[in-house]
T-cell receptor
Framework: DAGVIQSPRHEVTEMGQEVTLRCKPI?????LFWYRQTMMRGLELLIY????????DSGMPEDRFSAKMPNASFSTLKIQPSEPRDSAVYFC???????????FGPGTRLTVL | GNSVTQMEGPVTLSEEAFLTINCTYT??????LFWYVQYPGEGLQLLLK?????DKGSNKGFEATYRKETTSFHLEKGSVQVSDSAVYFC?????????????FGKGTLLTVNP
């Protein structure tokens, strides 16, 4: 299997622009997670899905952030409008079942100027 | 709520030295415990896990034992290599039904010098 795929790997944008991050989970996995990693705050869970349904979005920082999972093989995290404080590495992870290993993608490094 | 506390880094060791990275947790009930490793420029990878008290997880020479009495899951390796240089994250998972997520510690940067 190719593992969790994220695109783009790097994104540089200007404040106020819309940013869309994409994730393809491992085939057959029924959980999908979005994380944000910064030096100041460490690794934070933003939202997770089970069978394409959002289960817990309490980590989404503001209404500027939204996530969707239209089908089992694709998810997006959108930031609109983006701000410099959104600069971070965003990881997508997937797992099969509960309480088991999460497989992480390589991450998207977002820089908002 | 759940929380994970791991020792502050960075940790710098010479090759073949002994490694310990401390991790303690706060949770109700019986969480599963994990150590993840992040190599430079990559995502996190599971290093080892333990799902019940007194279990020992091991992989690639690393070990950690689930100690419920001390709520700890310390990571150890007897002889580190330069290739072990990475950030190490302790984590726990707990949840029932559809309420499941991992809680991570802040990570410990390990640098191993030749």
């Amino acid at each position: 299997d190719a593992g969790v795929i994220q695109s783009p790997r790097h994104e540089v944008t200007e404040m106020g622009q819309e940013v869309t991050l994409r994730c393809k989970p491992i085939s057959g996995h029924d959980y999908l997670f979005w994380y944000r990693q910064t030096m100041m705050r460490g690794l934070e869970l933003l939202i997770y899905f089970n069978n394409n349904v959002p289960i817990d979005d309490s980590g989404m920082p503001e209404d500027r952030f939204s996530a969707k999972m239209p089908n089992a093989s694709f998810s997006t995290l959108k930031i609109q409008p983006s701000e410099p404080r959104d600069s971070a590495v965003y990881f997508c992870a997937s797992s099969q079942g509960q309480g088991v290993e999460q497989f992480f993608g390589p991450g998207t490094r977002l820089t908002v100027l | 709520g759940n929380s994970v506390t791991q020792m502050e880094g960075p940790v710098t060791l010479s090759e073949e030295a002994f490694l310990t990275i401390n991790c303690t947790y706060t949770a109700t009930g019986y969480p599963s415990l994990f150590w993840y490793v992040q190599y430079p420029g990559e995502g996190l990878q599971l290093l080892l896990k333990a799902t019940k008290a007194d279990d020992k997880g091991s992989n690639k020479g690393f070990e950690a034992t689930y100690r419920k009495e001390t709520t700890s899951f310390h990571l150890e390796k007897g002889s580190v290599q330069v290739s072990d240089s990475a950030v190490y994250f302790c984590a726990l998972s707990q949840g029932g039904g559809s309420n499941y997520k991992l809680t991570f510690g802040k990570g410990t940067l390990l640098t191993v010098n030749p």
